[in-house]
């Protein structure tokens, strides 16, 4: 007779592959949400995952690579929200830069506080490690990035700005927001909860583009 195979047992390997690598995640949230970062040891790990410690460094090097991969799954699981946010962040540059400005630091604020929430103390220790575009380029590999669309955003504004070079503009403004995004978590991360943040660095990267009332006007 001929053998039938199940399909669920037809990668059985991969599938509890799957599962501890689950298994160990969640348990890595589990211990920051219930026991805080101290207690967050791939011994620990492993005991609340239900796996052997073995079997844990069988995946993971060490605890940071556990977060790592946490930040990455949450990261993947936003990447199709890219082409939207693009889209419509493009499409507010056609009227607004003021409201293009506000969307983008509002998307890139909340994408941090979704990581420290997740990660809280754990994720301080790491943030510098996540560039979110280097990563969705590698997922949309001819996404534009927000140095490539904002000199354009910028150009259909331009006698309006105090700026004149639009590309080192663009890189200036993107900069700006991601390190003071960084500086802010390693010095006081709950600031970004907070909305008063974002709408100080919006106002901070709208007065750095924008030209003052009067400014660039010639004497009569």
Same mark, same amino acid.
């Given at each position: 007779?001929?053998?039938?195979?199940?399909?669920?047992?037809?990668?059985?390997?991969?599938?509890?592959?799957?599962?501890?690598?689950? =298994?160990?995640?969640?348990?890595?949230?589990?211990?920051?949400? +219930?026991?805080?970062?101290?207690?967050?040891?791939? @011994?620990?790990?492993? $005991?609340?995952?239900?796996?052997?410690?073995?079997?844990?460094?069988?995946?993971?090097?060490?605890?940071? =690579?556990?977060?790592?991969?946490?930040? @990455?799954?949450?990261?993947?699981? $936003?990447? &199709?929200?890219?082409?939207?946010?693009?889209?419509? =962040?493009?499409?507010?540059? +056609?009227?607004? !830069?003021? #409201?293009? !400005?506000?969307?983008?630091? $509002?998307?890139?604020? #909340?994408?941090?506080?979704?990581?420290?929430?997740?990660?809280?103390? *754990?994720?301080?220790?790491?943030?510098?490690?996540? %560039?979110? +575009?280097?990563?969705?380029?590698?997922?949309?590999?001819?996404?534009?990035?927000?140095?490539?669309?904002?000199?354009? #955003?910028?150009?259909?504004?331009? &006698?309006?700005?105090?700026?004149? @070079? *639009? =590309?080192?503009?663009?890189?200036?403004?993107?900069?700006?927001? $991601?390190?003071?995004?960084?500086?802010? !978590? %390693?010095?006081?991360?709950?600031?970004?909860?907070?909305?008063? *943040?974002? %709408?100080?660095?919006?106002?901070?990267?709208?007065?750095?583009?924008?030209?003052?009332?009067? +400014?660039?006007?010639?004497? %009569?």
């Amino acid at each position: 007779m001929a053998s039938h195979h199940s399909p669920l047992r037809r990668n059985p390997t991969q599938s509890r592959a799957t599962a501890t690598l689950r =298994a160990i995640r969640e348990a890595a949230l589990r211990i920051l949400k +219930e026991e805080g970062h101290a207690r967050l040891t791939t @011994n620990r790990i492993a $005991e609340v995952a239900g796996v052997s410690i073995g079997s844990l460094y069988q995946y993971y090097t060490d605890k940071h =690579a556990i977060a790592a991969d946490i930040c @990455n799954a949450l990261l993947t699981s $936003e990447l &199709d929200e890219i082409k939207r946010l693009d889209r419509q =962040a493009i499409a507010l540059a +056609e009227n607004s !830069l003021d #409201a293009t !400005l506000a969307f983008f630091v $509002e998307e890139q604020v #909340a994408r941090h506080r979704r990581l420290y929430l997740q990660l809280q103390d *754990f994720y301080l220790e790491i943030h510098w490690k996540y %560039d979110f +575009e280097a990563y969705s380029r590698k997922r949309y590999p001819n996404k534009p990035s927000t140095a490539e669309w904002l000199p354009s #955003a910028l150009g259909r504004h331009k &006698d309006a700005l105090r700026v004149n @070079n *639009f =590309a080192l503009a663009a890189q200036m403004v993107a900069n700006a927001l $991601e390190g003071t995004i960084h500086a802010t !978590l %390693d010095r006081n991360p709950e600031l970004i909860l907070t909305q008063d *943040f974002v %709408d100080e660095l919006h106002a901070m990267l709208v007065r750095y583009l924008k030209k003052m009332p009067g +400014e660039g006007i010639p004497n %009569d």
